[in-house]
């Protein structure tokens, strides 16, 4: 097994370290945190669905590499970009025709699961008469995470619930949220940075861990978001996709299990998010690491 602790993506060397003598080094450093071992789940796809060729691409590809290394996959895509900076920016094809999209997907691809998130209650509605078998994770955007009632329809469903932690929230405020929904809800609490000044996020490591040790719940990074620099393009958002690899590797360490990433085949021509987004040719390297780091980890807990 080799760890890569250097990045291709930064134009530096890639470095391996034989594992049996990163194992008698560690003895000099602290110890990993204490994790439990279970299956890595990553969440990746493009920021918005732009058509069923493209994510199905996307999805496929995506699903076979987090699958050979014996991880669990779930596509993401957004029908409506619903907070975009400007009122003429490019929001996405529409419920109607993007649930249509992934019904099919799921046609085609065996055992796919997909997230989405909603933005108001009647899309929930919708999908649960029209398409009651295409969603199976529902996702509360940031800004919406103190929303009550958007996040008791979507738990009403009974299915997965993933709540992105607001970029103005402390870890422990996450409490009140969990206090909104009621025993045998499934929800997962997603990281996605701390807004650091203007235009800019910062991840907070500490605050990871503080809410794997806390709540009862799986935490999620989102590496890609968390890059993210806020309107700093001034009509939309920029971001530092070249990042993303040293995040996955740094929540990986700390006991994160759960990722997410928007993944694109071309994020410099994609409608929404693009500086953030991480190149597809590119995700195989990511998944490597964070397999390889979590593994280590895990043996050493």
Known sequence: MEVNTGSSFLGTEKRRI????????????????????????????????????????????????????????????????????YGDAKRGLGIDKTLEDFAKMKNDMQDLRILTDVHEQWQIDMIEKQFPDVIDVYQIPAFLCRQTDLIQAACATGKTVNIKKGQFMAPWDVDGILSKINPGDEVWITERGTTHGYNNLVVDFTGIQYMLDTFDCDIIFDATHSVQRPSSMGRSSGGNREYVPGMCRAAAAVGVRNFFLEVHDDPDNAPSDGPNMVKLENFQRIVDDIMNISEICDQQS
């Open 18 to 85: 034989d594992l049996d003598l990163f194992r008698h080094l560690r003895a000099f450093a602290h110890p990993f945190p204490k994790v439990n071992p279970w299956p890595v789940r990553i969440i990746a796809g493009p920021c918005q669905h732009e058509s069923f060729a493209d994510s199905l691409e996307i999805a496929e590809k995506c699903k076979e590499i987090v699958e050979d290394v014996k991880g669990t996959y779930i596509f993401k895509a957004s029908f409506d970009k619903a907070n975009r900076s």
